[in-house]
């Protein structure tokens, strides 16, 4: 193990084993012993005694806090148990470091505050056991953890909805005692009452209670929910700012000198660096390097395409630079990218398993640059070789569309005018964009809330245009020729299906405005149910309340909520044409200015 990850693991049971456990010489857990070859208490290690696997320190009646950010450090982690203490502090969003996890126990200690949302990007977490602690908060979509066994969280004081899982594999599932509400998913028979008894507020076949038929995520409940959330998202937030401060100051004290040779040396995959110590990794640099090499007998690799305040940006700058993960999608994972001692801030998106050709995706990329709109955010750079593409954007630091409307969730004002503003703008910037690259048979291929950010003016840009292959756009076939560039692979069809995929995705975008619910994940759910309110003839019910209180016309409100449901027509052929969509819209937006003028 390098110094860094031995150090992190020292301040973990410095912080954990609090002054009550005494560590005596056997435990092992200081600088002048290893891990592995010393058999640290509660370690084991891989058969080349090169790598912490497992930390189990069940029962010892550690009472300190956990700190998910040091343990991480150690990523080839695999097992965390620490059944049975006596253990305060909560599992923060660091736990993503933890990205070879397969079991996690924490059950039997007085762990609290939400479950961060990073939980699900644990694709290999098979066992989870968080039970009796005093955990809050929703739990995270796990849906994409297709082979978790083990779900137990009873006993703790957790809400909202029970998160979709893949039922089929899970073997041990217990929700039991917690303040769930919402429809129980379907068990098929395979768990027992016991498993979900205590949670007066789940609803459906299984339980007491039958699930109203109106809204899939209770949005009546809402506002009685919301007083509680704050407070505990409170919580959360100064516990981790407190957690933060304090590894701060640690890691500020510690540095070892030879922390990057040591990264970059080992070929760890250390790029996914947590928020308070990233001045310790470099971007992807083991991941990268092999690409690197190989551009360079190939094609010139980081083509700059405009240069924000850094002249001359380089390959090898983005390599050195530190680096943060934003997100990791279906198609790739977004870091923002610090150059210049903070003087630059670039978002970097490294799209996954793009089987186009580097000449065909810089044809691509080069097109993109032509068609310029000043709501299109345009890329600064992009990065070419056969393991790699990468695409390089400033970075927007006002949030997205999606961050706006979680904001007005938990109270933050979003008036109606300004909703309707921001569906005129995104309309037009892609007819333009429609029509500009309707020829070449470029859509945008991925358009929702979270790719609609703000610029320095709080102007709406759709963002990461064009960066989707046309293979999402239909089941992929066996055929590799499916997964190339469009260009080798006309399908007018198809191409014709991405534009019309365009329009769904505004059509959900829309419908997140006019219920100001969001979609996570799938947006199915929520086209569904303002699908089955609509048919009920509740239609009112759909809006977001907090527009109806703030007076918008209801009448303007439904034309709105019309054009959304022509978007999002099951049939693509039957969907509107964009240019249609944006002028509807903007005769709305005339009509709303006119009115609100004579108030
Ligand atoms: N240029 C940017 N500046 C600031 N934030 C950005 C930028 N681009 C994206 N983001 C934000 O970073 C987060 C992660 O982006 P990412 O593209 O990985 O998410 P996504 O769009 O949900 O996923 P995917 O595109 O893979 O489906 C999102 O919340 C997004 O709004």
Known sequence: ENEEVKQSLIRFIDQLAAANVRRDQSWGWNMTSDPCKDKWKGVSCDLQLKSVKKVVL????????????????????????????????????????????????????????????????????????????????????????????????????????????????????????????????????????????????????????????????????????RMPFLIYSGYAVLGLIILLVGAFILVGTKKPKEDKADVAGKGVNEYTSSSYDESKFTMYKSEYSASSEESRVTMSPLVVLRSPTA??????????????????????????VTLDNGATTLAVKRIKDWRVTSQDF?????????????????????????????????????????????????????????????????????????????????????????????????????????????????????????????NNDPDPDRVSRSFKADIYGFGVILLELVTGKLVQGDAFELVQWVNSVVREEWTVEVFDRGLIMEGASE?????????ALKCINPNPYERPEINQVALSINTLKEEEDKSSSYQ
């Open 58 to 225: 069940d029962e010892l009646n550690l009472s300190g806090v956990v700190e998910i950010g040091s343990i991480c450090k150690a990523s080839s982690l695999s097992v965390l148990s620490l059944v049975k203490n006596d253990i305060i502090g909560l599992i923060s969003e660091e736990i993503v470091s933890c990205k070879s996890l397969t079991h996690l126990y924490l059950n039997g200690n007085k762990l609290s505050g939400h479950l961060p949302d990073s939980l699900s990007q644990l694709s290999n977490l098979k066992r989870f056991d968080i039970s009796n602690n005093n955990f809050s908060g929703k739990v995270p979509d796990m849906s994409r953890i297709s082979g978790l066994l083990t779900f137990l969280v009873q006993n703790n004081q957790l809400s909202g909805e029970i998160p979709k899982f893949d039922f089929s594999n899970l073997m041990q599932f217990n929700v039991s005692n917690n303040n769930f509400s919402g429809p129980l998913p379907d068990v098929k028979g395979r768990f027992s009452a016991e498993s979900w008894s205590g949670n007066p507020e789940l609803c459906g076949e299984s339980t007491s209670k039958a699930c109203p038929p109106s809204s899939p995520s209770t949005p009546k409940s809402k506002d009685s929910s």
């Open 555 to 563: 009448e303007r409100l439904l034309i709105l909520l019309q054009i």
């Open 311 to 336: 002249h001359a940006l380089k390959f090898e700058d983005l390599l050195r630079a530190p680096a943060e993960l934003l997100g990791k999608g279906k198609h790739g994972s977004l870091y923002k």
């Open 362 to 486: 810089k044809r691509r990329m080069q097109r993109l640059h032509r068609a310029r709109h000043r709501n299109i955010l345009p890329s600064v750079a992009f990065y070419s070789s056969k393991q790699e593409k990468l695409v390089v954007y400033e970075y927007q630091p006002n949030g997205s569309l999606s961050r706006l409307l979680r904001g007005s969730e938990n109270g933050e004002a979003f008036d109606w005018g300004s909703r309707l503003n921001i569906a005129a703008t995104v309309a037009e910037a892609l007819a333009y964009m429609h029509e500009e690259l309707r020829e070449d048979g470029i859509a945008h291929g991925n358009l929702k809330s979270t790719n609609i950010l703000f610029n320095n003016s709080m102007d709406p840009c759709i963002s990461e245009y064009g960066l989707m292959a046309l293979e999402r756009e239909v089941p992929s076939s066996n055929n590799s020729q499916s997964n190339s560039f469009e």
